[in-house]
């Protein structure tokens, strides 16, 4: 539609600056509609459930805990950032640090129509150990950052102080809570949701998948953690990244720096940290972003020996 309205005004479609603009507006009114949906979602349904029983439900067992939120995360068919709504909804109502990591790491990572296009591109065997891999990180990830009591570095006004417990008297109630909940939050990210799909947009048009294919299919032993450093800065759905790992394995770059590539573009974007600024400081977003990175540079080698 929005390149009927560019044809309209005399644009070219096809034209690299006319595709950014036109992915620009796409992703924003896309994200930001989400983002206000899902905070409203959210919000009606933690009328329902009680702050103290979602910190109890991920404070106990560290390991179920830590299991639980990387399962729900594999469960949510968002990308990097659509996660993000879910996991202040997790800070907002107490949960842990880690466990919330977990579900953050895992949510983009894994989800029903990415593992399909998987097993029917590469087949049923490495569509299971893309999931075992992304589970494994999530769990881990989220277990090692949260020995690591990096709370502090969390944005006090967003997600530190916590709401008040309040009784609702009707369906409505509910629902205005969530809707405010949306307009307060969405508020808060917008401007970061702006420039964040700038850069993806422009990173998207502007990068060239043959030079990295042919980069990454070059440089021996260092394609893994290479293609992990060019696919972090990207921004993509994990529906449009499946077919890419695949021509990537086609030309000659080794599956483990086709899986590296494909995670570290899933998982971590730079649209995704510039909106999680308004939620964590400089160096938590920092800490995770390393941390995830490593782990998935690890996967990619375990998956190149296996």
């Known amino acids: 539609m929005l ?5 309209a005004f005399g644009l070219d479609p096809a034209t690299r ?16 509609a989400l983002l206000f949906v899902l905070i409203a979602a959210i919000g009606f349904a933690r009328s329902f459930i009680s702050a103290a029983r979602v910190k109890r439900a991920l404070s106990g067992n560290k390991a179920a805990a830590h299991l639980s939120a990387a399962l729900f995360g594999a469960l949510t068919p968002f990308c990097s950032c659509s996660s993000i709504p879910l996991f202040l909804g997790f800070l907002e109502a107490g949960a842990p640090l880690g466990p919330a990591l977990s579900f953050l790491i895992t949510s983009p990572l894994i989800n029903e129509y990415l593992v399909v296009l998987m097993a029917a591109l590469f ?3 490495i569509a299971a150990l893309y999931v075992a891999a992304g589970l494994a990180l999530g769990i881990l990830g989220g277990w090692l950052l949260g020995l690591m009591h990096l709370e502090k570095h969390l944005v006090p006004d967003l997600v530190a102080a916590k709401a008040k417990e309040r009784a609702f008297r009707s369906w409505k109630e509910r629902a205005r809570y969530g809707l405010d909940e949306a307009k ?3 508020g808060k990210l917008w401007p970061w949701v702006l420039v964040g799909v700038a850069l993806g947009a422009v990173i998207h ?3 060239p998948q043959a030079f990295i294919a ?4 070059t440089t021996g032993v260092f394609g893994v953690p290479l293609a992990v450093l060019l696919g972090v800065p990207m921004y993509g759905s994990g529906a449009a990244l499946v077919p890419i790992a695949m021509e990537l394995f086609q ?11 494909l995670m570290a573009v899933t998982a971590l974007s730079l649209p995704e940290a510039i ?3 308004r939620a964590m400081k400089l160096k938590l977003i920092g800490i995770f972003f390393l941390a995830t990175a490593i782990g998935i540079a690890a996967i990619g080698f375990l998956f190149n020996l296996l």
């Open 3 to 7: 390149e009927g309205v560019a044809v």
């Open 17 to 32: 600056l006319v595709a950014t603009l036109l992915y620009f507006v796409e992703d924003s009114v896309k994200i930001l």
């Open 123 to 125: 087949g049923l065997k």
């Open 184 to 186: 307060s939050i969405t």
């Open 205 to 207: 048009n502007y990068v």
């Open 214 to 217: 042919s980069l990454v299919a």
């Open 251 to 261: 030309k000659g770059v080794p599956l483990g720096s086709a899986m590296a590539f």
């Open 275 to 277: 909106i999680l600024r």
